[in-house]
């Protein structure tokens, strides 16, 4: 079965780390543009960082550039979110996804594989 495993995730304090990983099962990272996802209650999904299928660029939403991080281990074939001095308001589901573009007749019909959602949770 095609799909993405998330692990990692739970509850820290503010100021604390937490390490998120996406392994895909039937397919290789290569080629995808790798993204982390996530949304908080009663909001909307939000892509917070991303990395290119050329691996040549990162980006990130401007609320975590500086305390994550987003990387992928070629010989592990998994992505991985670093998080550091996270806050409250990082508080959400996250989701990790992989995305191949292809397109036909205008459309992007390239396969889009997300991860189960794991919460992170930043209380004192």
């Known amino acids: 079965q095609v799909q993405l495993v998330e692990s990692g995730g739970g509850w820290v304090y503010p100021g604390g780390s937490l390490t998120l990983s996406c392994a895909p099962s039937?397919?290789?990272?290569?080629?995808?543009?790798l993204n982390w996802y996530r949304q908080a209650p009663g909001k909307t999904r939000e892509l917070v960082a991303s990395?290119?299928?050329?691996?040549?660029?990162?980006t990130y939403i401007d609320s975590v550039k500086g305390r994550f991080t987003i990387s992928e281990d070629i010989d592990k074939n998994t992505m991985t979110l670093q998080m550091n001095n996270l806050k409250p308001e990082d508080t959400a589901v996250y989701y990790c996804?992989?995305?191949?573009?292809?397109?036909?007749?205008?459309?992007?019909?390239?396969?889009?594989?997300w991860g189960q959602g794991t919460q992170v949770t930043v209380s004192s």
């Open positions: 996804n992989a995305k191949s573009h292809h397109f036909s007749n205008g459309r992007d019909v390239g396969p889009d594989y």
């Open positions: 039937g397919f290789q990272l290569s080629g995808y543009t």
């Open positions: 990395i290119g299928n050329s691996r040549t660029r990162t």
